[in-house]
């Protein structure tokens, strides 16, 4: 098999590049030892696997062999389902029962299962767990034009060059991660992995010696960086840095745009979901510190509208239309067959528009609960909060809002709470776990929170 028989997607350009594409602790991988990587894995694979694309179960993890793997599935025209490797075993065992896949991949081999053919829809290519799930929840079905079209949109507005070096924090099972990696391959540029975590004094050497030059992070770990006193550190190398998966606390952004302009760097806030590939909107970099809440406007290609618009403040349910809409979403093998894509896409959060055309957004439709004859909107608390410097989570049900934080904010939050004219007090419980429970793309389990603190009152 020659580079001509087999089209690896992202890399195409540069398959011949004697220039680094992969790295991690150890070892590395140019652009045409990866090339031929996925050549080789693609012959081994036809041997074990025969069916015309079939439907596999990808485990994929942050690392070269993981990059290998998918490059090779998506090359052969494999209908790829990625999960993160740490999701259950009961979690991969009901998916293998909704979607019958045919093989297993992972960690460079192929595990055949059946040779059953599935009806596939021609367009369906990967198949994403939607954002935020736990368990073996449906997925979003992207097609490789979905792919494109946004790996293409965001190369237009993000600086990467083929020069560039980037710390891959996110993991490759979730859009965010994903998109990373297909920009930075498509861009000639190194993708760099490493096994210690932001509070390991290894990860900080890593940063500095090879050296890395952007970094992409959810609130979480942009959270985590500032209690490292992140804005106070020497990285002359580190170009820019991007924000998506959930809203970051205003105050936060407004410390990392500070640090971004004093240190001639760059910080993009930006918004996306799975349904969309990964991103649908940014906010240019001049305007961060001047609207530290909004999120910008939507990526080349694509556009926005608010639906159900308020006559008061404009406040509508955020709807988005692009070439990087999903074809549909997934819950079982009889779903893969065909797809009716909608024009537009219904984010479910909502948003208002300001005068220069920069989105914001205000909350979710689904994250609202009614307090003392009030609707009450879980997210827009939690932006009350964050203006008073504090990072809070809001859950709760109807009459009762709970308002959870770390320990280490326990007394600034009970005078604020106490001191605060929005709720009734008697309206309002206080929550504090140690450390916020993370799903596995970075983001808050807020129903994992809600089981914390149940289980501390049991």
Same mark, same amino acid.
């Given at each position: 098999?020659?580079?001509?028989?087999?089209?690896?997607?992202?890399?195409?350009?540069?398959?011949?590049?004697?220039?680094?594409?992969?790295?991690?602790?150890?070892?590395?991988?140019?652009?045409?030892?990866?090339?031929?990587?996925?050549?080789?894995?693609?012959?081994?694979?036809?041997?074990?696997?025969?069916?015309?694309?079939?439907?596999?179960?990808?485990?994929?993890?942050?690392?070269?062999?993981?990059?290998?793997?998918?490059?090779?599935?998506?090359?052969?025209?494999?209908?790829?389902?990625?999960?993160?490797?740490?999701?259950?075993?009961?979690?991969?065992?009901?998916?293998?029962?909704?979607?019958?896949?045919?093989?297993?991949?992972?960690?460079?081999?192929?595990?055949?299962?059946?040779?059953?053919?599935?009806?596939?829809?021609? =367009?369906?290519?990967?198949?994403?767990?939607?954002?935020?799930?736990?368990?073996?929840?449906?997925?979003?079905?992207?097609?490789?034009?979905?792919?494109?079209?946004?790996?293409?949109?965001?190369?237009?507005?993000?600086?990467?060059?083929?020069?560039?070096?980037?710390?891959?924090?996110?993991?490759?099972?979730?859009?965010?991660?994903?998109?990373?990696?297909?920009?930075?391959?498509?861009?000639?540029?190194?993708?760099?992995?490493?096994?210690?975590?932001?509070?390991?004094?290894?990860?900080?050497?890593?940063?500095?010696? =090879?050296?890395?030059?952007?970094?992409?992070?959810?609130?979480?770990?942009?959270?985590?960086?500032?209690?490292?006193?992140?804005?106070?550190?020497?990285?002359?190398?580190?170009?820019?840095?991007?924000?998506?998966?959930?809203?970051?606390?205003?105050?936060?952004?407004?410390?990392?745009?500070?640090?971004?302009?004093?240190?001639?760097?760059?910080?993009?806030?930006?918004?996306?979901?799975?349904?969309?590939?990964?991103?649908?909107?940014?906010?240019?970099?001049?305007?961060?510190?001047?609207?530290?809440?909004?999120?910008?406007?939507?990526?080349?290609?694509?556009?926005?509208?608010?639906?159900?618009?308020?006559?008061?403040?404009?406040?509508?349910?955020?709807?988005?239309?692009?070439?990087?809409?999903?074809?549909?979403?997934?819950?079982?093998?009889?779903?893969?067959?065909?797809?009716?894509?909608?024009?537009?896409?219904?984010?479910?959060?909502?948003?208002?528009?300001?005068?220069?055309?920069?989105?914001?957004?205000?909350?979710?439709?689904?994250?609202?609960?009614?307090?003392?004859?009030?609707?009450?909107?879980?997210?827009?608390?939690?932006?009350?909060?964050?203006?008073?410097?504090?990072?809070?989570?809001?859950?709760?049900?109807?009459?009762?809002?709970?308002?959870?934080?770390?320990?280490?904010?326990?007394?600034?939050?009970?005078?604020?709470?106490?001191?605060?004219?929005?709720?009734? =007090?008697?309206?309002?419980?206080?929550?504090?776990?140690?450390?916020?429970?993370?799903?596995?793309?970075?983001?808050?389990?807020?129903?994992?929170?809600?089981?914390?603190?149940?289980?501390?009152?049991?």
């Amino acid at each position: 098999m020659s580079h001509a028989e087999l089209m690896i997607p992202f890399i195409k350009a540069h398959r011949h590049s004697e220039h680094v594409a992969l790295m991690d602790d150890s070892d590395s991988l140019t652009y045409r030892q990866l090339s031929e990587a996925v050549e080789r894995r693609a012959q081994n694979w036809q041997q074990i696997v025969t069916l015309h694309r079939p439907v596999v179960m990808m485990l994929i993890d942050n690392s070269i062999t993981s990059v290998v793997d998918y490059l090779t599935a998506l090359s052969l025209d494999y209908v790829v389902l990625l999960l993160n490797p740490e999701c259950t075993l009961a979690t991969r065992e009901q998916y293998a029962q909704a979607l019958m896949p045919n093989a297993v991949i992972g960690d460079g081999t192929v595990t055949l299962l059946h040779n059953e053919p599935l009806p596939t829809d021609a =367009r369906l290519s990967l198949l994403l767990s939607t954002s935020g799930s736990t368990g073996a929840g449906k997925c979003v079905a992207l097609s490789q034009r979905n792919l494109r079209a946004n790996c293409d949109a965001i190369l237009k507005y993000l600086p990467i060059v083929a020069e560039d070096i980037t710390l891959a924090t996110l993991p490759l099972s979730y859009s965010y991660g994903l998109s990373v990696l297909h920009t930075h391959l498509k861009a000639g540029a190194t993708i760099c992995f490493t096994r210690h975590s932001v509070f390991d004094k290894a990860f900080w050497e890593v940063v500095k010696s =090879r050296p890395v030059t952007s970094l992409a992070g959810v609130p979480s770990f942009y959270e985590m960086l500032l209690r490292l006193r992140f804005t106070r550190m020497a990285l002359p190398a580190l170009r820019y840095f991007t924000q998506a998966g959930g809203k970051l606390a205003e105050a936060h952004v407004t410390s990392l745009a500070e640090y971004a302009t004093q240190t001639d760097k760059a910080f993009y806030v930006m918004y996306g979901q799975t349904e969309a590939t990964a991103r649908m909107a940014y906010l240019a970099p001049d305007k961060v510190l001047q609207k530290p809440g909004a999120m910008g406007q939507a990526i080349a290609g694509g556009e926005f509208k608010l639906t159900g618009a308020n006559q008061s403040d404009g406040e509508g349910e955020l709807c988005y239309r692009g070439d990087n809409v999903m074809l549909g979403y997934v819950a079982d093998a009889a779903d893969l067959a065909a797809f009716s894509p909608s024009e537009w896409l219904a984010t479910g959060d909502l948003a208002v528009c300001d005068a220069e055309g920069d989105y914001t957004i205000t909350g979710r439709t689904k994250r609202m609960i009614k307090v003392a004859g009030e609707r009450v909107n879980l997210d827009t608390m939690e932006s009350r909060f964050s203006t008073a410097k504090m990072v809070v989570r809001c859950i709760g049900s109807d009459d009762k809002l709970t308002v959870v934080a770390l320990a280490t904010q326990l007394d600034e939050l009970m005078d604020y709470i106490n001191n605060q004219q929005i709720l009734p =007090r008697r309206n309002i419980l206080l929550g504090v776990v140690e450390d916020w429970p993370l799903l596995a793309n970075g983001k808050v389990d807020y129903q994992r929170l809600q089981q914390i603190l149940v289980e501390k009152t049991c």
